[in-house]
């Protein structure tokens, strides 16, 4: 089957845009103007996309949120893929970037917003001169700025570029970094869709959601459903990395297993067992390499049945030769490294799990210690102000699931002697 | 009731406001949601998450606005199965929460474990301890027992001077934001900010100079935790040792209502003394906030350049006399002056003063006599104004937003009072259409709808075409604010005039939130006025001063210099002046009377919003000198046999008895207090430290004769002949600017030194290139005889052939007092040969 979003394997260059415009690109934008913008959101409501971020929320639901008041409102294009392991956005952003941007400007035109921004990591700074140069191309074809295609219907595009902060990739977050501000989640509500970005009505969607958009116009809902599987249809792009031989960006209907899946990337690197998997980078629960995991369906409902997440699909495989206190304190630094700060829970449990941790991988730790960690972490959940406090607690509280052997046979019986016996030291237990 | 929904707290109903967020229903029927990053002054942010609640809806029965009910014959409650914060959470109609579950109390038990992690629990060296909410939190929710190690924690900067008045203690910063959300929610100057992130978020300043604003001291107040302390008080005393004494701010008309920490000091000597001011709540004046003026300005009481014994001239020097001495001889000289007798009082005497030493003017007339009872300054006239349609009893600024229109003509209220400026901005956030009318640009312009440039001359025209502007004419209410830059005495008059006249033709007097205020500038000057003292009175006894002149608090001659020739030594003319320091005035003195500064006695004052509100005596008083209302009625005894009063409460109630204005303002009644709403001052010190309860009074504001239904109608004056200038002349307009160099200020606050400026001039653009200027010259301004050295300052919004000059930071060649023409020149610099 060919590819729907990773068409350059297909077709390459057809991220320029005279080769997408030769391959039917700008259809989906100039069928949906001839729809009525509520006709448009019914159609992708039909076709029940879910959002690629990572929340699976569904597409069409979150733009019929938008209301239809006066003044401006906006589309904010989540381009600030941070997450470990994720690494699908950039293929589109690349070498696709044109059928992205139609799919935004069709979500603009179903909510009748008058600018769109994409919000790119900074780190995809080589790609935003080549984004903005794709603009300008379709800008000069009439599908950018004023009466688009005969509209009377006008929409700006703007690219903008993160500092390099994962919690921007947290949407309300990404508005403050849009607007200028210290990149922190907001309270909800009000929510994106009432006062989002400049406090106008904003729908926020992920680059690979609305790539699928554009298709879905022109081929209709009930084609987009006949991929995948019901609750979870459509075409998905599965970011494999960690112990595979062939890691890459695949792209497969919704619903294969993980088994499937990693038999098409090449199976476990050098023949190895496969011992962990990661189905959605550092923020979904750890899952160990049973038959059970390896036979579920990649679907959101699948996925969350075992106890983890899809999320973004960014599929990372530990082989048997992986340390798991290693990879947790890993994944654990990169969340002390990556909390805003703004929440309690989130600023104070990252730090304290990663100094456990840290302890605990340098041997200087006891048993009690192994419990400790899973108590902050348990205490972290359900308490922070955005989602990052909990996926930082997610490695954590799988790995002790599944290994907490490993994290024992790092302890001693007794905690050693502290380094410097001090004058006034305080020492643990103390106040 | 539509105002009210039902909130059902651990399964009791209650009825709430309705749009109150969770925590704010809840204290309102005494239950207590712990915080540290919401105050009820602040949007809610939810970042502490301190405040989880479980939260629940009812059902609700459609037809009937019932509950729906269980099986046990409860309301059936729908529980969300995540814990909510309760400060960002507004109540609904049916809104169920539970505060005492395991699930809540754990969760509090974490977040204050949580953020014990990375504070050091200095409580014993820390000046909030004592007066902590994590503190308090801690003892309530504290795991008693530390999980975190010691040697993990992080280690920052205690002493991180955010400017020179504010130091950050890092460790102890719980990131909050309170103190960055006041800079930029309430006062609009978002000079702190958050810096970097996760663990690693920390304070910073934004501006330079940093943390430039003049309200700086608040984010001590609302700190949670030790971490923002003042330069002024940190490692002063401990809260507990501290007694809270209600007071009354001098330093302006807005008259904040504050608190004197007070304790028995061994370092003075075992005498009790003022540690701190401290913002005393007063939501209708101040609600809990002061500006650092009025927070640092308290150290003149204990200053050691204090006069202590009266002073009388003999042999052309002043030498210390006895009180007896003094008082017999000011008797003796004002008999002898046969009725030629007349007083001038400044800002900062109280009503009890101004009562007593119009009864020496009037025993010396042998009757009523207000021509000779002087105001000081005196260039602001028009209080005549105010007592018709002034703003009207029951107005709170806190209170105003949409519908309301406020003006605020010839006056930078950023400068002149501070907290006016504070409410008045808010209120303009809150969706009052604020309107300025000036001729130079003023701070209250970023938050003005209508920003109407006028010239020095031409406020009557502006006036005139607001009765035309719908935001006037058609607004619910409107509050005029009348200043007096550029103006003289008949100036300010002709303009109080004019405003009311925009009040009362467009149907705005009378009603609550509606009226006028005189931008004074002193802080009981509309006590002065009510009490028969006037602005005309000053011109004509400077014009023509009689044998005996009593000067109270009144500096004539550092604020111009011209008066020092009013006060040569001359047969037939004696001058008595009661000051703190040996100003200028009163080394020109026949007798100098010491008198007490404000935290030494008890009295009340009258703020520009005519509220009589009281002070008390917070601090030992200095052997020596005296409070004015005693000294005078001493005088009078010395005269007329009369049997002076024994207390200032009891020359109140004279006051009260002779003054119509004043009827019933006794000290019982200006004492009382009613619970106010945000409840800040409670057993919990959720929303800053112990200070804010107000157990002084919140005073009465009188009422004008609009607000008893007598409307006068009044007539817009002419618009008056433009001032002609000719080529080469400026006109030299005084402005005010809030740190000066006025001795009891100077003395004050020696922290605030470094912020006062040098003398400076502002000019236009286009006169300083003429007159070959550039920012920072020297240069000599030149009017009414005297000449002064200025740095200059090049705007280009400043009006032509104008220049600027700031009130009081040039004390030895004074700035005029009214608008004067005068010129300019550049002070060559010669350069030496080394």
Redesign the interface.
Known sequence: MANILLREKDIPGIGQYDTYVQHGGYDGLKKALGMKPDEVIQVVKDSNLRGRGGAGFPTGMKWSFVPKTEGPKYITVNADESEPGTFKDRQILEYNFQQLLEGSLICAYAVQASAVYIYARGEFWDIGPHMEAEIEKARKAGWVGQNIGGSGWGCEVYVHLGAG?Y?CGEESALLNSIEGK???PR?RPPFPAVAGLYARPTVINNVETLANVPQIIVQGAAWFKSIGTEKSPGPKIFCMSGHIEKPGNYEFPLGLTFRQLIEAAGGVRGGKKLKAILPSGASGPLLPATDKVLDTALTYEDVAALGSVLGSASVIILDESTDMVWATLKMARFF??????????C??????LL?RLEAIYAKKATPADVQ?IE?VAK?MQ????CALGDFATSPVMSALKYWRDEFLAYTQPQKPA?AKAGKD??????? | MTDTVRLIIDGVVHQVPKGANLVDAAKMVGNDIPVFCYHPKLAPVGMCRMCLVELGQAGIDKDTGAFQLDDKGQPAIRWQPRLATACTTVVTDGMAIKTTTPQVTEARDDIVEFLLTSHPLDCPVCDKGGECPLQNLTMRHGPGESRFLYEEKQHLAKHYPLGDLIYLDRERCIQCARCTRFQEELVGDAVLAFHERGRRLQIVTTSNPPFDTYFSGNTTDICPVGALTTADFRFGARPWELTGVPSICPHCPVGCNVSASTRLDRESGGKIVVKRIMPRQNESVNEIWICDKGRFGHHHSRHGERLTQPLIRQGGKLVPATWDQALALIAEKISAADGDVGAIAGGMVSNEDLWELRQVVENAHGGKDHKSLGVYPYRLSGAEWVAKVGLSKGSNFGQMGKGTTIVVIASDLSEEAPIWYLRVKNAADRGAHLITLNARPTELDRFAKSKLKISYGGEIAALKSLTEKPEVKDAANVVIFVGGEGLDRAGHATLMQGAASVLTSTGHAGKVNNGLIGVWAGANTQGAFDLGYSSEATESLLNKRPAVLILADADIVAEDAANVSLLAHREGKFTVVSEMFLTATAAQADVVLPRQSFVERDGTVTSGERRVQRFYTAQTPLDGPRPDWKVFAEINRLRTGSKPKLSAAAVMKEITEKIAAYKGLTYAELGKVNKQFPDVGGDDPYYGGTAYENKGGLGVQWPTEADQGKVPSVSMPAVGKARKLESGELLIVPIVELFDRKPAFAASAPLLHSHVPAPYVVLNSGDAKTLNLVDGDKAILSSGGVEGEYTVRVDAAVPAQTALVARNLNLKSPTPAVPMVGSIRKVEVVASHV
Not at chain 1, 336 to 345: D, F
Not at chain 1, 347 to 352: A, D, I, L
Not at chain 1, 425 to 431: E, F, L, Q, S, Y
Request: charged share 25%; aromatic share 6%.
């Open positions: 902060a919690i210290l990149g922190q309270v002390k490294h990556e909390s805003c700060g703004k929440c309690t829970p600023r104070e449990g990252t730090y304290w100094k400790l108590d205490q359900g308490k922070s102000l502290p030291k305080v020492v643990a237990g103390g106040d």
